[in-house]
């Protein structure tokens, strides 16, 4: 539609801002509309913005506008259709199967995203139990469906760790409450038990075809022996997942370990059989018990989201993946310091486990003793943080440091790039109300030269407060580069970028590096303090840090930023040679996209206040990358070098610490890379016909050639 012809297309069309409107025909404005668009092509004029066009297109879209579906107006009342008929009790064996399996794929379209009313909950054998009770069977699978939604209701809001996007909580109207003992879990949990012996008993009696149509089990039609083990293993599945979820979110979950493995294990058997047994009910009609608008008016007050259909195989996937990560999330209890603590949240987020995962382990977190945690991570004991007011209070900000940084690890990798930030502003603003603390101590102790053993113990909680200063900024590097690495899990980064994002990781890793070593030293000064004091009987072990924990930790630090300066100088040398071309920015120079990138590290509010960890500003960035002196021969060499000194750091720390703790599959991930990495430029040094690619391995580049 050319520009200008508007105003012939809209003669004779009235539009009057005013209050009442006045009306007139458009249908001859919109069919001459129509016909001068081009496919693809939407109306955009000054009073009908490209805003307005597509909420049209959207209003006029059956997924969305809901009310302009006949059978979404006239879906009827649960009780209406059950009288008639809709809901029978008296099922055969493959309506039946088809019906348990159809509650589960609903279960996963609810995870997923959608609405519980749009999903689990069209099922209208949800909307009465108490008719359910001639029919064990339902009875027993649809009040653990009932009771498990009401968990995860109440697990993912306590845990506060998703988005709307992720998770939709809003159940309003649908009957998840029983009330009275009706919410009980072990009640149900206990009858469905009983159904289940029932039913093995039987079928272990059965040797060919039988029968199983009585008052309790009103299931027509001649079944088998595998036919009765199904049915009961699918009631068993809804059991051992509630079981698996509560057990989780239980305070102790070291006491339910062994009922949580042995729920695990037998959920992981009952997925089995309905792997082997779904195949007798593909090709049944659409499960009884299903209307899609049932529910209408208790949808929140936005358009419906469009439900994908699940299949078996996602369906499987999808409880497989809960129990495996469930595994993981047991594991939580064994992390004993904030570094153990993070190495574990980031191998759960790589996994990237659901919004019901998720939750669940941010609750285990919010269950752990954070202060131990957080004491055993500064490396100073409990006791002796709490011995002295400002002390306390160093304590108490790092626990609110933790937390705040545990919570932003349970959420999911786009948010988590966002949190991590908001956990740096809180850091920084805690170390620098400790920094104050040192000054007014040093200040104190320059107005009062007291003597003896008070001047000690000054000097001691001045100490002790810089120990966890540095170890506060320690931290700091350790969420700055997750915050920035996982930009690569995300793909924000384009490949024009990596030697921008590189170069300042390496950086923030020497910091880091001399950040650890700075601390490790304080807690030694710390040590030999103690022993020459005489408060060394009031406080036996002030000095609680594992000197092999540390040393392992700066061997790994150090090899990952010797891999990062081997990729720096790998990535300026493909960029000299022309494998990978600058970025072309029309509106942006590169040091506006330097400062898009990092302007969330400069902290300081005030030009007087430090900032952890310490920004570094782009004439660095661009000093250091400048590498116009140096020939292309020369920058493969040093890139190689870097992987090299990487990899002989690693064999170091394999030899020495590699019986003593255990190595995490990072380590494994970093080694392979830098193998990989210095046999690739070596091969592109030689052969400049070679062309390159770039991919990543736990973010990590790889170069790979191909001719």
Not at 641 to 656: V, Y
């Amino acid at each position: 539609m050319e520009e200008g012809d508007d105003e012939d297309m809209f003669a004779g069309f009235e539009r009057d801002c005013l209050p009442g409107r006045t009306v007139v025909e458009v249908t001859n404005v919109l069919e001459r509309v129509c016909e001068a668009l081009e496919d693809g092509e939407m109306i955009h004029t000054e009073t009908f913005s490209l805003m307005e066009a597509v909420s049209a297109i959207e209003l006029g879209d059956p997924k969305v506008d809901v009310g302009t579906i006949p059978e979404a107006r006239n879906s009827g009342t649960p009780a209406e259709l059950f009288k008639a008929g809709m809901a029978p009790l008296q099922l055969d064996f493959r309506s039946l199967l088809s019906l348990l399996d159809g509650i589960l794929a609903r279960e996963v379209c609810w995870y997923n995203g959608s609405f519980i009313a749009e999903t689990l909950y069209t099922c209208l054998y949800l909307h009465d139990m108490d008719r359910l009770s001639s029919n064990s069977i339902l009875k027993a699978y649809c009040e653990l469906t009932r009771l498990t939604c009401l968990k995860i209701v109440s697990v993912v809001h306590r845990a506060g760790i998703t988005e709307e996007e992720d998770f939709c909580l809003a159940y309003q109207g649908l009957p998840l409450h029983s009330g009275g003992d009706g919410d009980d879990p072990q009640k149900w949990m206990n009858f469905a038990q009983v159904v289940v012996t029932k039913l093995n008993k039987i079928a272990s009696r059965v040797e060919g075809i039988t029968s199983l149509n009585c008052e309790e089990f009103p299931i027509t039609g001649q079944l088998s022996r595998e036919d009765i083990e199904s049915i009961a293993a699918r009631i068993q599945l809804r059991h051992n997942y509630l079981l698996v979820i509560n057990c989780l979110d239980a305070e102790n979950v070291e006491a339910e370990r062994q009922l949580l493995e042995k729920a695990i294990r037998e959920a992981r058997a009952n997925l089995d059989v309905l792997e082997r047994t779904s195949q007798e009910v593909n090709g049944c009609p659409s499960p009884p018990g299903f209307v899609r608008y049932l529910n209408k008016e208790h949808m929140p007050a936005i358009p419906p989201r469009t439900i994908e259909d699940i299949s078996t195989t996602q369906v499987l996937a999808y409880y497989r993946n809960f129990l495996d990560h469930a595994e993981v999330v047991a594991q939580t209890t064994s992390c004993k310091n904030i570094l153990s603590l993070e190495t574990h949240l980031e191998g759960l987020s790589d996994r990237n486990p659901e919004t019901v995962i998720r939750s669940l382990q941010a609750r285990r977190c919010g269950k752990l003793a954070l202060k131990e945690v957080v004491a055993s991570s500064i490396g100073l004991s409990v006791k002796y943080l709490e011995s002295e007011p400002d002390l306390a209070v160093c304590l108490i900000r790092c626990m609110d440091v933790a937390e705040a940084y545990m919570k932003a690890a349970c959420h999911n990798k786009c948010q988590q790039n966002r949190k991590f930030r908001k956990v740096l502003r809180t850091l920084n603003d805690a170390a620098n109300q400790l920094v104050a603390f040192v000054v007014s101590l040093q200040n104190l102790s320059q107005k009062e030269a007291s003597e003896g053993s008070k001047n000690a113990e000054r000097g001691q909680n001045e100490l002790a407060i810089s120990i966890v200063i540095n170890w506060l900024a320690s931290l700091s590097h350790s969420i700055a580069l997750r915050q920035l690495l996982v930009g690569f899990d995300l793909d924000i980064y384009q490949k024009t970028e990596f030697l921008m994002m590189y170069w300042y990781c390496e950086r923030l890793l020497a910091q880091y590096i001399s950040t650890v070593q700075k601390w490790n030293s304080q807690l030694e000064s710390m040590g030999e303090m103690v022993k020459m004091s005489k408060a060394k009987k009031k406080h036996k072990k002030m000095v609680v840090v594992n000197e092999d924990q540390v040393m392992s930790r700066i061997f790994v630090l150090e090899s990952t930023r010797l891999a990062f300066n081997g990729i720096v100088r790998m990535l300026a040398a493909l960029e000299k040679h022309g494998f990978i071309s600058k970025a072309e920015l029309p509106f942006n120079t590169e040091e506006h996209l330097y400062v898009q990138r990092f302007s969330h590290l400069y902290l300081a509010k005030r030009p007087d206040e430090e900032c952890f960890p310490e920004p570094l500003c782009y004439d660095a960035y661009k000093y250091a990358t400048n590498v116009q002196d140096m020939s292309l021969e020369q920058l493969c060499e040093s890139a190689k070098l870097g992987f090299g000194n990487a990899l002989r750091l690693l064999a170091h720390l394999r030899s020495t610490y590699g019986q003593k703790l255990p190595l995490n599959e990072g380590v494994d991930t970093l080694q392979r890379v830098c193998k990989s990495n210095q046999i690739a430029i070596a091969l592109a040094s030689k052969n400049m016909k070679l062309k390159c690619d770039l991919s990543l391995e736990k973010r990590i580049v790889v170069l790979k050639l191909r001719t």
